[in-house]
């Protein structure tokens, strides 16, 4: 069993064939799903989505998160905050805040704009008691230091980890998880060495589809089905039994996210 810890299934690029994009995922044994909601509007389809799917057979299950991505944090309203308050807090299969973060590589919202709204995240996360999925890129400094604000009041991840040492070792030493995705099969990918570093009871597994294929399908659309693959380069990298990563890195989505109900 395998979890996808990690996508964008309200993506438009899954319109035409989402049902059969589910199929695929239960087939390739990926039997649960956080779907990750990028705006308010977002979050309304991501639980519109869990809604439609809930108790359905042949499909993985889901589960959700409302926020807002730093690239759109320019863009929000306090009315997207209100529903991401909303649905985080009231609807059942909302497990977690997000995602939020900081993107200083692309930069498409200033950076103070996107700083603000991730302390917000963090606040709300922390009110209710869930985990926080957060987004860096090109920001170490800048999350490092939101992240330890945050001190051990707020637990949660850093999805499709991308930073150096030091962020790590500040996540983790807050108690955060780690996650990767399709990168680390990319030939270029040159952080080997962390992936090794990070303890097994902190790792989770994800694909961030449709975005970021891993190879043999990179450069083409993502899906939930391919997180085998990054389990299974996971698995090279660290040295290990690919049963084994399976199964702690499931356990530790599960566990962290409670994707039980
Ligand atoms: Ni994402």
Redesign the pocket.
């Known amino acids: 069993m395998l979890v996808d810890s ?1 996508c ?1 299934l309200t993506d438009p690029r899954f319109e035409a064939d989402r049902r059969g994009v589910l199929f695929r995922a239960l087939a390739a044994g990926v039997e649960r799903i956080l779907v ?1 909601a990028s705006n308010g509007a977002d979050a309304l389809s991501v639980t519109g989505l869990l809604d439609e799917v809930e108790g359905m057979a042949e499909v993985p299950r889901l589960w959700g998160t409302a926020g807002v ?1 730093p690239h759109e944090a320019g863009g929000a309203k306090e009315e997207d905050l209100s529903v991401i308050r909303e649905l985080a807090r009231d609807h059942p299969r909302v497990v977690a805040v997000g ?1 939020t973060g900081l993107d200083f590589h692309y930069e498409h919202s200033p950076r103070a704009v996107q700083e603000s709204l991730f302390r917000r995240h963090m606040a709300l996360a922390e009110e209710l008691g869930l985990p926080v999925v957060v ?1 860096s890129r090109d920001a170490d400094e800048a999350t490092a230091r939101i992240l330890l604000e945050g001190g051990t009041r707020v637990r949660g991840v850093l ?2 980890f991308t930073g150096g040492e030091a962020l790590m070792d500040t996540a983790l030493d807050l108690g955060w998880m780690v996650s990767f995705t399709g990168i680390i099969t990319f030939k270029s990918y040159g952080s080997r060495d962390l992936v090794r570093s990070v303890p097994g009871d902190r790792l989770m597994v994800e694909t ?1 589809a449709p ?1 970021l294929a891993p190879a043999p399908h990179r450069g083409r659309r993502n899906e939930p089905a391919f997180v085998s693959r990054v389990a299974e380069e996971l698995a090279v990298i660290r040295g290990e039994d690919l049963n084994e990563v399976m199964g702690y890195t499931t356990g530790n989505a599960v566990c962290f996210f409670d994707l039980t109900s």
Do not use: G
């Open positions: 990690h964008h990750v991505h995602e987004h999805h499709c961030d975005y």
